[in-house]
């Protein structure tokens, strides 16, 4: 039902606001009147499993086989100018391989593989983010998208509006100036904003960008319940990152606590558990 809704054929979109800027469909999909999106976030595309590493188009393609999921993957820019997905600055964590990113060329990078989380050396390489949203397209996978320090927003909007998949692409940005610059080069694009607070959602509401654009990251704790009934009121989305604590607190407890901070507000929880957190709250 969901890939239903959605997903279809887009035009171009302009580059300025404007009332004639055809939305992405996500727009209307991520709703909470709706509510026929998938309710898990997929921490950088997939952690913590063995023989699969985290921002692998290959580990987003197996996790996406198991359940249905939106998924987080960071992207970073290389020498050459060429955007990966990568988390940190250094490939040294992630690869078999050490440099920073931004001194390395796309070519060099092609030399190492990736590593999952518990040492061992796959066969996977650092895939370019034009791949990986080429293959989301043609899945119906969707992405929100983490932009590293020193890589430039309009260099991944530029991207997924030249793959034409703004259907499948969300933004993240951490501030009222990350948003209001994303929204000015993308007005059709849905944006992940920080609403941690009622002060960060009023410096929100005191802008141009329309709250349809919004989807409401909450933080990685749970919020005072006026929190989630202000947004949900505004037809707001709230997603919780339950990665770190929350996640090792519902593995300790027991994995109802997921359900349980579903219920309590949380639309979309972001987790590194993704299939223990997909079977306890569907």
């Known amino acids: 039902m969901f890939v239903i809704v959605f997903f279809g054929c887009k035009d171009a979109k302009e580059e300025t606001p404007s009332s004639s800027t055809a939305k992405s469909k996500l727009v209307e999909v991520f709703r909470v009147s709706k509510d026929s999106y998938p309710n898990i ?3 950088r595309g997939g952690k913590g499993l063995k023989d699969y590493p985290e921002n692998a188009l290959e580990t987003i393609q197996y996790v996406s086989d198991s359940i249905s999921a939106i998924f987080e993957i960071d992207v970073a820019q ?10 940190d600055s250094a490939i040294d964590r992630t690869t078999d391989g050490n440099g920073l990113v931004k001194n390395l060329s796309y ?14 050396v ?6 370019l983010f034009s791949d990986v949203l080429k293959w989301c397209k043609s899945n119906n996978v969707v992405l929100t998208v983490d932009i590293k320090r020193g890589t430039p927003q309009k260099h991944v909007i530029d991207a997924i509006k ?22 000015a080069l993308a007005p059709e694009l849905l944006l992940s904003v920080s609403t ?9 509401l005191e802008t141009d960008i329309p709250t349809e654009n919004m989807l409401a990251f909450t933080g990685t704790r749970l919020s005072n319940p006026s929190l989630y009934k202000r947004l949900h009121e505004e ?10 604590n929350l996640d090792k607190q ?14 309590f507000g949380a639309d979309i929880i972001a987790t590194d558990r993704p299939f223990e957190a997909h079977e306890a709250i569907n």
């Open 41 to 43: 976030s997929v921490h």
């Open 78 to 87: 290389t020498k050459d100018g060429q955007l990966v997905l990568m988390h």
């Open 107 to 120: 070519s060099e990078l092609q030399r190492y593989h990736l590593v999952d989380d518990f040492g061992n």
């Open 122 to 127: 796959t066969d996977f390489q650092i895939p």
């Open 162 to 183: 030249s793959q034409q998949a703004e259907d499948i692409s969300i933004i993240i940005t951490y501030d009222v100036e990350q948003a209001t610059s994303a929204y």
């Open 196 to 204: 941690r607070n009622h002060t960060e959602i009023d410096r929100l």
């Open 235 to 244: 037809d707001i989305v709230c997603i919780l990152g339950t990665l770190g």
């Open 250 to 263: 519902a593995e300790v407890r027991g994995h109802d606590m997921y359900q349980r901070w579903h219920k």
